[in-house]
């Protein structure tokens, strides 16, 4: 059986607000459910762990929350309001995050269908064939010319390197790292890790203690 992965504590330690599990199937960073849940099991309790999820139906992503302990979920599809509403119901409590994609600043008008069935946005680059981590940066100085209706986290390509450029321009209510602080995918860097980290905290900018809501 496969030890608890001692970089996920780690990362933990250094004081982010959540850590992020990949239920994707065929994807790099894949966890099965029961190694999921050990490593779910294996973290502070304060500590938010979110489920990334890729068109499950409602109730498949109600049994994988049930079976590993997760605190908070994202949906990194095509999954609609309706979906939203039945996590909500079949879920209370879990937080409930929306990923889009954006390639135009168009694309930020579909966050107004899902006020009132997520508590928050994640804004990812827009890829033609696959759903994240990718590395690819969002254009930072359009979308601070958008607004949206709920709290929301900028992911897409941050790193150690662009992370103070990216915060000078937008103001998320979090940041979600992937690639860009990966030495390959699904390992970890804790060394870029905490050089980012650093660099937040040199401009001055908090850690929160979990998600926006």
């Known amino acids: 059986m496969p030890a608890i992965p001692s970089f996920k504590i780690a990362i933990a330690a250094l004081g982010v607000s959540a850590l992020g599990f990949i239920a994707v199937p065929n994807t790099p960073r894949y966890l099965p459910q029961a190694e999921m849940a050990r490593w779910v099991g294996s973290l502070p309790k304060t500590l938010e762990k979110v489920g990334v999820f890729l068109d499950h139906s409602p109730t498949a992503i109600a049994t994988w929350v049930e079976g590993t302990g997760l605190t908070a979920v994202q949906l990194h599809g095509q999954e609609s309001p309706d979906d939203c509403h039945q996590l909500a119901a079949l879920l209370p409590g879990i937080h409930r995050i ?33 759903a994240g981590g990718t590395g690819q940066t969002l254009n930072w100085p359009a979308l601070a010319q958008g607004s949206l209706p709920l709290p929301w986290i900028l992911a897409g390509g941050l790193n150690p390197d662009n992370i103070q450029q990216a915060l000078l321009q937008v103001q998320p209510q979090g940041i979600d790292l992937s690639s860009g602080v990966e030495a390959k995918p699904g390992d970890k860097d804790l060394g870029k890790v905490r050089r980012l980290l650093q660099h937040i905290r040199a401009q001055g900018w908090e850690i929160a203690p979990s998600l926006p809501l």
């Open 98 to 130: 929306k990923a889009l994609r954006i390639r135009h600043l168009q694309d930020l008008d579909k966050a107004a269908a899902y006020v009132g069935c997520v508590e928050t946005l994640l804004l990812d680059a827009h890829h033609p064939h696959r």
